[in-house]
């Protein structure tokens, strides 16, 4: 199950980086998994990791090499995590860069490997080398859609984004993503790849690259789980010659965030089993902490995700869930709960306006947004979640079977 639409938009062409995508067998047969990207020489990258304390083996070379070198390819598995793999672990993410340095000619320092899938077990490593000089046979920069395929384990459908802006000489941002379940980032099992042709010191772009994190896969929760693999790169190959400097930064974040939001959105839509999008607002909070607490807890609750999978309007889970979020002094008489724009608790009781058929009627959409009026400041958040089905439980508890 998922929501919303399952069309994978129009991905243009980032001038400087290209994309190859071919099945390795890696968990099954003549399934896309595994993806090589090409970035031109003298881009700038940045990239941001799981916070996981137990991250895996690709994650950990990656993190090792960013602080050395520029790098000049990405190579992602998916089927196999290569996470709780020890020091085998690293040995064969290791032997998958050096096999890639040998098909490109180039250091192997310069290649970043990710891998997604099963935790705790050994890369089936033969097929991956085998089917490397295929992927790298498939490099285009018009390669987005098949790489998009190619990144997916339990997802049902590919995720990107892409727009142009700029009128003199337009500036291209696309990007990939992955992710269904474990997700809940610290930067969600999520991996995401995002280029531009713009000229972006790396300064600038690490830049970039958190505030649009912060705002997009770091307000995002399917089932409060941080993946040991989670990644998100962001690369700017300057093909365009324009070039972002303070002056022209707002702009471009602005386009960035877009293509993040995007994306994250994406990955909700497609959670493991969801049949809701839930957008969940706090306003009026003290400060942004304590509306992310608030959001964040309505968000995971397993009571209030089962109701919102039942189409059920039960506003005292939701209630509870604000009461036990750790706000300090927090005044119920002035909290206000609103189910898509129908008021249903109002000073700590059900509103007098409010009625079950409303409640009902107002929970029949696939998007559903949950707002929490705190009244008692001006900070406002918004995280993004998906409800609790039958059909997670399946696709969970028979994920290695």
């Not at 938009?9 to 400087?16: I, S």
């Not at 090792?64 to 089927?79: F, H, M, Q």
């Not at 994406?266 to 942004?288: C, H, L, M, P, Y």
Request: with cysteine.
């Amino acid at each position: 199950m998922a929501t919303g639409t399952s069309e994978l938009p129009e991905l243009h062409p980032v001038l400087g980086f290209k994309l190859g995508t071919t099945s390795a067998g890696i968990k099954s047969a003549d399934r896309p998994d595994l993806v090589v990207m090409e970035i031109a020489e003298g881009s700038s990258v940045a990239a941001l990791f799981t916070k996981n304390a137990f991250c895996a083996a690709p994650v950990t070379v990656c993190k090792e090499r960013l602080a050395r070198c520029s790098p000049r390819y990405l190579v992602t598995n998916t089927g196999n995590a290569n996470a709780g793999t020890g020091e085998q672990g690293l040995l064969d993410a290791t032997q998958t860069c050096s096999a890639l340095a040998t098909l490109a000619g180039v250091e192997i320092d310069t290649i970043l490997p990710f891998s997604t899938g099963v935790i705790g077990e050994l890369l089936p490593i033969d097929k991956l080398l085998a089917g490397l000089p295929d992927a790298f046979d498939q490099l285009s920069e018009s390669g987005w859609a098949d790489a998009a395929q190619g990144i997916l384990t339990t997802d049902t459908r590919a995720k990107g984004s892409s727009t142009q802006f700029g009128t003199d000489k337009p500036v291209t941002i696309t990007g990939i993503a992955k992710g269904s379940g474990m997700i809940k980032p610290n930067m969600a099992t999520m991996l995401a790849y995002v280029a531009t042709d713009a000229v972006v010191n790396e300064e600038l772009l690490h830049r970039a690259l958190t505030l649009a994190t912060e705002k997009s896969f770091n307000r995002i929760t399917v089932d409060s789980d941080t993946s040991t693999n989670d990644s998100v790169v962001l690369v700017a190959t300057g093909a365009s010659g324009v070039i972002i400097d303070e002056e022209s930064f707002d702009s471009f974040l602005e386009n960035l965030c877009q293509v993040f939001t995007d994306l994250a959105q994406a990955i909700i839509r497609d959670a493991e089993g969801s049949s809701k999008f839930v957008t969940v607002v706090v306003d009026t909070a003290i400060n942004q902490s304590e509306a992310l607490k608030v959001a964040y807890t309505i968000a995971e609750s397993p009571l209030v995700k089962t109701a919102l999978s039942a189409s059920d309007p039960n506003w005292g889970r939701i209630l509870a869930a604000i009461g036990r979020s750790g706000i300090e002094d927090l005044d119920v008489n002035e909290v206000q709960i609103l189910l898509n724009s129908v008021l249903i608790a109002d000073h700590g009781a059900r509103a007098p306006s409010y009625s079950e058929e409303a409640g009902q009627a107002a929970m029949q959409p696939e998007d559903i947004e949950i707002r929490v009026c705190l009244n008692r400041g001006d900070a406002s958040e918004v995280v993004w979640t998906s409800d609790l089905t039958h059909e997670y439980v399946r696709i969970n508890a028979e994920y290695r079977t």
